[in-house]
């Protein structure tokens, strides 16, 4: 596709560091960062850890991340990445609806979360607008997230999952997608045990009777937010 940049040519490009734990999607990611003259892929993780070691032997301007991986998640690598470079621009481009991880990884830090179901050269323009120190979601969404972000903190009504952790939000869903403790554990890359320790304090948080009408309840959230 053609380049386009708006940016002056003297400029250095923006690196980026993109972490997804699939190796074909990142390098077709790169392929079209490559593409445009204000920006180059710096370099590419696979996982949490790799993610931070890259971070800091590149030194990259923006990271452009999944949220779902192995062991840690998205949402705790940014504020990890935070916590070691504060001022470091992080974008989220990821599989899920917005209305189920957008707000988690803003208030987490992030600046930006891109739905990968969205055109390519949303990922360009949402990079841009980030490094220049705006926030991006999809206009279709903006006006959505404003008030859910309102109507949590100011008079407690939001959803019931905001009383969820990161991971147990991760395991609900998976529960919704019909994954058994043990498929959910594999996906995760956790124990079992971990896994049924996540689910107690579902349970116990959202006040289910039975590991039945916890399911059920995933089944229907993920159906509503999906």
Not at 115 to 143: D, Q
Request: proline share 4%; net charge negative; glycine share 8%.
């Amino acid at each position: 596709m053609p380049s386009t940049t708006n940016s002056s040519p003297s400029s250095d490009p923006k690196r980026v560091l993109i972490v997804d734990d699939h190796p074909v999607f990142r390098r077709g990611i790169a392929a079209l960062i490559e593409e445009q003259q204000d920006l180059s892929a710096c370099g590419e993780a696979e996982n949490a850890i790799s993610a931070l070691e890259a971070m800091r032997q590149l030194s990259p301007d923006v990271i452009l991340m999944d949220i779902n991986m192995p062991g840690t998640n998205g949402i705790e690598l940014i504020k990890m990445a935070l916590a070691e470079h504060p001022k470091l621009v992080i974008l989220v481009l990821s599989m899920h609806s917005e209305s189920l991880y957008a707000l988690r990884a803003l208030r987490a830090g992030a600046k930006g979360y891109v739905m990968k179901a969205e055109a390519l050269e949303s990922v360009v323009t949402a990079l841009r607008k980030v490094l220049n120190g705006g926030i991006y979601v999809s206009p279709r969404f903006t006006e959505r997230l404003i008030f859910k972000a309102i109507q949590s903190e100011a008079d407690g009504t939001g959803s019931p999952v905001d009383k969820l952790s990161d991971r147990e939000l991760e395991v609900l869903q998976l529960m919704g997608r019909g994954f058994g403790t043990r498929d959910s554990a594999t996906a995760l890359n956790l124990s079992i045990k971990t896994i049924e320790t996540h689910r107690a304090h579902i349970k116990e948080k959202l006040g289910f009777k039975d590991p039945g009408e916890m399911t059920r309840f995933a089944i229907d959230w993920l159906a509503q937010e999906g």
